[in-house]
């Protein structure tokens, strides 16, 4: 199959051999470091981890506020799925007119309206503020891949780094960072409940939920220090009325086939991988959450792999190679005969099945012109994002007809998109 896009020049030139500097475990060109880009780098690592340990921690505070509030499950549905929307919607206007706004000023822009969204969950449980506040795409349950500051991060990370070596690196810590740091946090959310125990005169949870405005604001602070070298490929943007010219056939076909792969995954949402651990083995919330939590630290270190083998065996290989026999074991799952096996095939599953992410970020801004990355992370990201909610409400119906089946069509329909993403992009080359 021939590239969409014709041969580019790099981003950035191969620098002159000198003396490397390290950027949180990533050796840095020289060229690298003089302009800025290692500084961008850790800044962004920074911001990353500040908002993977907020979603941690609202992960599971805010589900259970909303449960205290005695919601029903359609209405916490609802303020779910007005995340989702919100990731949505704000992620293709980040793809429309982000490069003509400022990469740095709309990622500081959205950290501010994530540190007021979070403060209305925190103030309030009146539930069309709720649901405004989700409409913001920048409230999220999930620590990694959450909505347009997630596509923001993945068009700039190329601009800090020199050689898709790098960048490989760059994007495989940047995902274990959220994994990492969203594990912490929504360990640190059972605090509240323990401290009050000692100390009855704690606030209410649903307060220490103010965490989003200071965090937020500290995170845009951070993020308005970024360089102007973030910018680059602004000017191939700004004359278009579409940001996507030479690329719009490749990222069409991604988003489609990302499209697919989200709404598999719709069908095993963690909510649903506990309550089926519940169901059948009647496990506890406590060693659920205690499993998780292992879960999170298997895919930051997965993610670190993944840098490693996508600089050895290329990012499609990558993506593939490793998802497709973690969507085997998904399938296996459910038909352990002990719990014990069934934890064990399940965090074996985690331990390989989110290596795709950061090899597949890293794909879509090297398989485009660089003056089109903000436009193709954010609409393969929305791809993803509308897709996921029909996922879940399927699988839903699947389990009144047989528990096991959500795992085995996800992990059916996983397996096809693995087969499919191979095919159609196996002879499209990697640029830098």
Not at 318 to 328: E, I, K, Q
Request: glycine fraction near 10%; include cysteine.
């Amino acid at each position: 199959m021939s590239c969409d896009a014709p041969d580019r020049p790099e981003a950035h030139p191969e620098p002159e051999r000198k003396e490397s500097v390290v950027i949180g475990g990533i050796p840095a060109s020289p060229s690298v470091e003089t302009g800025g880009g290692a500084r961008d780098l850790r800044t962004i690592l920074a911001v990353q981890a500040l908002r993977a340990l907020l979603y941690g921690f609202g992960s599971i505070l805010i589900g259970a506020e909303l449960a205290h509030a005695g919601y029903s499950k359609a209405k916490v549905g609802l303020v779910l799925t007005a995340m989702l929307a919100g990731f949505a919607v704000m992620s293709v206007g980040v793809g429309t007119r982000g490069d003509r706004v400022g990469r740095r000023r709309l990622y500081a822009g959205l950290l501010f309206l994530m540190a007021g969204a979070g403060t209305v969950f925190a103030v309030t449980t009146w539930l069309p503020a709720l649901i405004i506040a989700a409409l913001t795409g920048t409230i999220s349950v999930e620590a990694n891949e959450s909505g347009p500051i997630t596509s923001l991060e993945q068009a700039m990370i190329p601009q800090t780094t020199a050689g898709l070596a790098w960048r490989n690196r760059a994007f495989a810590r940047y995902n274990a960072i959220a994994y990492l740091f969203g594990s912490f946090g929504a360990l640190a959310a059972g605090g509240p409940d323990f401290f009050r125990r000692y100390f009855p005169a704690l606030p209410a949870s649903q307060r220490f939920l103010l965490a989003f405005p200071v965090i937020g604001v500290a995170a845009a602070f951070l993020a308005l220090r970024l360089s102007p070298q973030l910018e680059r490929g602004e000017e191939l943007t700004v004359q278009k009325r579409f940001p996507l010219v030479r690329s719009k056939r490749t990222v069409a076909r991604l988003s489609a086939l990302f499209a697919v792969d989200s709404f598999g995954g719709g069908f095993v949402v963690n909510t649903f991988i506990v309550y089926w651990f519940i169901t059948k083995f009647h496990t506890s919330a406590e060693v659920m959450g205690l499993v998780f939590f292992v879960a999170g630290l298997l895919q930051a270190g997965s993610s670190i792999a993944a840098g490693w083998l996508g600089n050895r065996i290329g990012l499609l290989n990558t993506m593939v190679f490793t998802h497709l026999p973690s969507n085997v074991l998904l399938i296996l799952v459910p038909f352990m005969p002990s719990l014990g096996l069934a934890v064990a095939m399940l965090l074996a599953r985690f331990a390989i099945s989110q290596m795709d992410v950061p090899a597949r970020q890293a794909y879509v801004v090297s398989v485009v012109d660089p003056g089109e990355r903000t436009a193709a992370a954010s609409y393969t990201n929305t791809a993803r994002y509308i897709v996921r909610p029909g996922g879940s409400a399927l699988g839903g119906w699947l389990t009144g007809i047989w528990l096991a089946a959500p795992f085995v069509a996800s992990g059916t329909l996983k397996i096809a998109y693995d087969l499919a993403i191979y095919a159609s992009f196996r002879r499209l080359r990697e640029s830098d």
